[in-house]
């Protein structure tokens, strides 16, 4: 018997990085994963292979409309991952309402309406599990993020005003990322990776590992929000 065996369980945005190595993780421990896309579809399809051919839908999640059909085509779910997100560089002088929402529909908007959509069926049912991605940024100031370094400070109090408004039956947890590059890193990201604790960079599998708790763990836990960063919030 695996941890999630007979669960569907839906991850936005788990065409690649991150939110594959989360689905293929929970694929592995026995769940009937749901890999939401919007723009990577071949991606997509080649992780639902690689998940033993799960289910892909697309939705673009800054329309409430879409997200709604996103969860009616998904049917019934016993857990929900919200990893889609946005992730911008730019000086906050020069922040234009456009660059703001760009993010904030997506890591913050879309992220609130896919709870909402997946408790409403998850509490009018046996209840489930809600895990958001936040990030370190949403825990440290990043000078040049404070756009995005918001938008994840909200996911991490809406996770927890969540999890009592969304109690007994769903429990709303996140995992909060440190460096995760893929690919090169940029000279930025090589300095983060020098000042983390651990003495490297963290991989999809570390912060996949965090998912699997939260999705399997008792009501008992909620409302919590575990760095995943090898340390660096503690600098
Ligand atoms: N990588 C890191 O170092 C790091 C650090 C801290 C926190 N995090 C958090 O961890 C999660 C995963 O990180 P990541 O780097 O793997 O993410 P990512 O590659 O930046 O984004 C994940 C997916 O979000 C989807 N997405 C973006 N806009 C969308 C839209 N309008 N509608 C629907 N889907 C949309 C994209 O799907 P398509 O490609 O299909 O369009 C994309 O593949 C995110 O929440 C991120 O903020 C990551």
Not at 189 to 212: C, F, M, Q, S, W
């Amino acid at each position: 018997m695996r941890a999630l065996d007979g669960r569907v369980i839906l991850v936005t945005g788990a065409a690649k990085r991150i939110g594959r190595g989360i689905a293929l993780r929970l694929s592995r421990e026995g769940a009937r994963v749901i890999i939401h896309y919007n723009g990577s579809e071949a991606e997509a399809r080649a992780t639902a292979e690689e998940c033993g051919g799960a289910r892909t839908i697309r939705a673009n999640l800054e329309s409430v409309a879409e997200i709604e059909r996103l969860f009616e085509e998904a049917g019934p779910i016993d857990g929900l991952v919200n990893n889609a997100a946005r992730f911008t560089t730019i000086d906050p002088l020069k922040v234009t309402e456009a660059d703001w929402d760009f993010i904030h529909s997506i890591n913050l908007k879309a992220t609130f309406f896919c709870c909402q959509q997946a408790a409403r069926r998850m509490i009018a049912a046996d209840g489930g599990r809600i895990v958001n991605l936040s990030s370190l940024g949403g825990i440290r100031p990043w000078s040049h993020n404070a756009h995005y370094c918001a938008s994840k400070a909200g996911v991490i109090m809406m996770t927890r005003a969540l999890a009592k408004a969304f109690a007994p039956k769903v429990t709303v947890n996140s995992v909060a990322p440190g460096v995760i590059p893929f690919g090169e890193p940029d000279a930025r990201t090589k300095h983060l990776i020098e000042k983390t604790p651990a003495g490297r960079a963290g991989t999809a599998d570390e912060i996949a590992g965090a998912v699997l708790y939260f999705l399997t763990a008792t009501n008992f836990v909620t409302g919590q929000i575990l760095a995943i960063d090898g340390g660096l919030s503690q600098k």
